[in-house]
DNA sequence: ACAATTTACTGATAATTATCATATTTTAAA
DNA sequence: TTTAAAATATGATAATTATCAGTAAATTGT
């Protein structure tokens, strides 16, 4: 496993790769490899964040909890994707837990050296920069979707979604398996209800489960009840 | 009116305040000034854009046309905000409508002006991140809001937050008189439903109405009824 | 000032979704 | 391996919310 930022290619895809050589070894120099096992924290809501994480293997979910007691799943973030910039960049806690969803391999790089680029690399202010703006125009979306599609249809939406990034092993099923709890979190819905629709999906031939394994079974169906027919 | 953006107050509420006086001379030798009457629309869903609007005067909804026909409100805006900025720096069409409240004064400003000085100037990039950084924890905060509050506690949040961010007039009206339709599309609900809610909480002394416009009498109540309580 | 149009409102009802209770299966621990 | 605990599943029911139909009020243009 390569250990030195400037030779990882996990960087290719963030926003790290608009640091210039020296940059990167100051952060590799500075960086820390951690592991978390499914279930840990990286971090809670209402953490102080001394740094960012850069996720090298597995799979987190970034999620926020309501006044009623349940979590809302805002995203889940995989390879490549760099969590706590938000909060080292506007220097306020975090407003989002992310937790493992998998064992995950991550590296923990301290916000000096996040800083210091930032103040002065413009190219690379200007990754991160296109990279939440990206961010932010998907949460829009989420909020459109959750706001005028029914839970069926999220749900629809949210298997399609597991498959396209995060893909299929080879029998067939998500190759990321949340649990049903996971799943309604993401979704805004009640557990129960979403057990009753992967039921309802299962019967009707759209989806095919093995414990709490999904696979998807009639993508054009699930796609045409996202669009609402 | 002032009509130099060295000179404009406007600025200090957004991160043009990060300008350099060189940068911000020409971005005012190529800005325009613009009127855009109530229910016109800035820019609209798709469109490609060739600048940012900062909002000297009035009100702007951003809105998002659903599948259904219907459009979510995702944030209304006001003086001193830039809009479109997002597309801009990711050089790619809106995925969201800009349309006027209120009658409305902007400054249009070029891309190229923004972008140039993006290239240049790492402090306005950095303000621009940090200001986009707060827009997606605000965005997160919708998604949790939608997902796990009920309309109810919605339109009780909203009245609330039309009353912190626009203010009152002298006879304790909400400043920002939204037809019930938009304040529906704020809510994500149907305006039947919106309607239906003013008049719950008008019967329970929570708000008062005169026309379309709404007036907050019990602003406790309405916070514990947003709390859960 | 008046007709035309849009917006606001109300009731009846249907559809959706949540909640509670409980059974079954799976997983983890002793 | 057995037991306990947790996760999944299903039914019954209640609560919430949307939809449809229709009336009243307000706004706009002439």
Known sequence: MESRCENCIIRQFNSLRAMSKEELKKVSD??????????????EEGD?????????????KLSKLSANGKDQIVKLATKGEVLGQRSVISQESTNLSAIAV???????????????????????????????AHDLKEADDVIVNISQKT???RMAEAFLY????????????????????DISNVVGTA????????SEFKKKGLIHTSGKKIGIKDERKLLEMVEGF
Chains 1, 2 share one sequence.
Not at 191 to 198: D, F, G, K, L
């Open 30 to 43: 500075s960086k820390t490899t951690k592991t978390v096992k499914k279930g840990e924290p990286l971090f």
């Open 48 to 60: 102080k964040l001394n740094g960012v994480y850069c996720v090298r293997n597995g799979v987190s």
């Open 102 to 132: 998998d064992d995950m391999e991550v590296c923990f790089i301290p916000k000096e050296s996040i800083n210091n680029t930032l103040q002065k690399n413009p190219n690379f202010t200007l990754e991160v920069l296109r990279h939440m």
């Open 151 to 153: 839970v069926k249809q």
């Open 162 to 181: 597991l498959k396209n990034n995060f893909g299929e092993d080879e029998d067939g099923f998500l190759s990321l398996t949340l649990s049903r709890e």
């Open 191 to 198: 557990t129960e209800s979403a057990i009753r629709i992967i």
